[in-house]
């Protein structure tokens, strides 16, 4: 009687075991994309925008303003940030997102002429604002001051 390994009487005879044909990389193509778990996520960004028109949030508070500017709810189809469990809804066709502290943010649009027209306007109050800094200064030179020396040691101080 042939001795096996292990128990007295027991006959172990070598079996050829099939190799399974295993491709040599994975087929991964079809997995979701993951994000960095630590890392900042998309919360706001907006896709599915119309050409021609310059997208915001407007906190609550701020409608008022913005419609008397120019600017309309979004009520069409967008994709607003990653995919979430809690994800906000479109109230009554609105898009609105919860911005945390109870404040709710609403997406809004205007045309691209008005956003230019409104910023135009900002630029022309904050060059109104320099220029009145700039003529306060120095007593109305050039509205600058200082020197700037550049060399090494204290030869220049």
């Given at each position: ?132 800094m700039k003529g306060s200064l120095n007593q109305s030179k050039d509205g600058q001051y200082g020197q700037v020396k550049v060399g090494p040691g204290?030869?220049?101080?």
């Amino acid at each position: 009687m042939a001795r096996g390994f292990g128990r007295v009487g027991v006959v172990q005879t070598p079996v050829d075991v099939a190799v399974e044909d295993r491709p040599s990389k994975l087929n991964r193509s079809n997995r979701p994309q993951r994000g960095a778990i630590h890392g900042k996520r998309n919360k706001i960004t907006v896709t599915g925008t119309e050409a021609g028109f310059h997208y915001c949030w407007v906190n609550e508070d701020n409608v008022e303003r913005f419609l008397e500017d120019g600017y309309t709810f979004v009520t069409h189809e967008v994709k607003v940030g990653d995919k979430a469990i809690n994800k906000d809804s479109q109230i009554g066709g609105k898009v609105s997102k919860n911005m945390g502290n109870s404040v709710t943010a609403y997406l809004m649009r205007c045309t691209e002429e008005i956003y230019q027209e409104i910023m135009d306007m900002l630029n022309q109050e904050v060059d109104e604002t320099e220029q009145t800094m700039k003529g306060s200064l120095n007593q109305s030179k050039d509205g600058q001051y200082g020197q700037v020396k550049v060399g090494p040691g204290l030869d220049n101080l």
